[in-house]
């Protein structure tokens, strides 16, 4: 018995989200249907807004390449990032130095650190510096450079040259989306630098990223997802994602 649109439609995004594209011939010896029967499948993902058709398959439609403002992203999402944030808290050990890259879910994270007097934070990030500002008991160091007021970050040589003089047991890094093909990204270059900067300057990196950010693809790559040591995401992400991760050996933490 042939599976039906709405079962095939499945299996489809499941592949778009995991490799980005589809291909018509192999979905129909997948499917064991028609190529005609694939591409009025493609037709309809297409009319829903779910892929670009192209020629001989269809792939992921992109993200918009401008990114909200960042008041309006810390109100996204809420919930799942501070669940994402009180995991990510509970691995950092007193007497150990992190890096918070700028982000909304590590914005949560440095609220989750208020009261670690035996934590140092360094960061980029104006909004995280803020908040460590009000109460943080540790110590924090920001990593100045250009402000960026659009990111509300600083960026550029400065601040890539002070990350260099660190070595961090842990750097939390958030990203725009995530995807198996273009790897993690970000959407504006500057930043998708200093993350990288801060994983390159870690002993482990750690991905925290809700589960709206995966199969997604954004301006600038930060790095591979095979360079990132751990994932935290919500219990929403995707379990071909979880499969998939856990298939690179890259251990996966959901957030409750």
């Known amino acids: 018995m042939s599976l039906t649109y709405e079962e095939r439609k499945v299996t489809i995004l ?9 291909q018509v011939q192999t979905l129909a010896q997948h499917f064991q249907v028609s190529t005609e029967t694939i591409r009025r499948d493609l037709d309809r993902l297409e009319k829903e807004g779910k892929l670009r058709k192209v ?3 269809a792939v992921r439609v992109r993200s918009g390449m401008i990114e909200a403002p960042f008041q309006k992203r810390s109100q ?14 509970s691995l950092i050990e007193d007497g150990e130095t992190i890096m918070l890259d700028n982000g909304t879910t590590t914005l949560e ?12 934070v360094i960061t980029n990030s104006v909004p995280i510096l803020a908040v460590a ?5 540790g110590k924090i160091v920001f990593a100045g450079g250009e402000i960026h007021t659009a ?5 550029g040589p400065v601040a890539h040259e002070m990350l260099s003089q660190f070595k961090v047991n842990k750097s939390f890094i958030s990203a725009g989306g995530v995807s198996f093909t273009d790897g993690i990204t970000d959407y504006a270059l500057e930043e ?10 870690a002993e482990e990196a750690i991905l925290v990223a809700d589960h709206t950010k995966f199969g997604r693809s954004t301006f600038s790559k930060i790095a ?5 040591s751990m994932v935290i995401t919500d219990s929403a992400c995707p379990a071909e994602w979880i499969e998939n991760l856990q298939r690179l050996d890259i251990e996966t933490l959901i957030a409750d």
Not at 76 to 89: D, G, T
């Open 192 to 201: 998708a630098l200093i993350s990288r900067k801060m994983m390159e300057r």
């Open 14 to 22: 499941a592949q778009l989200a995991t490799q980005g594209k589809v």
């Open 133 to 137: 500002l009000e109460s943080f008991a």
């Open 55 to 57: 020629y001989g398959g």
């Open 76 to 89: 996204l999402q809420l919930q799942e990032k501070q669940a994402i944030a009180v995991a990510a808290a």
């Open 224 to 228: 591979p997802v095979e360079h990132i």
């Open 109 to 120: 994270i440095m609220r989750q650190l208020q009261h670690r007097s035996q934590v140092t």
């Open 151 to 155: 990111v509300q970050a600083s960026t």
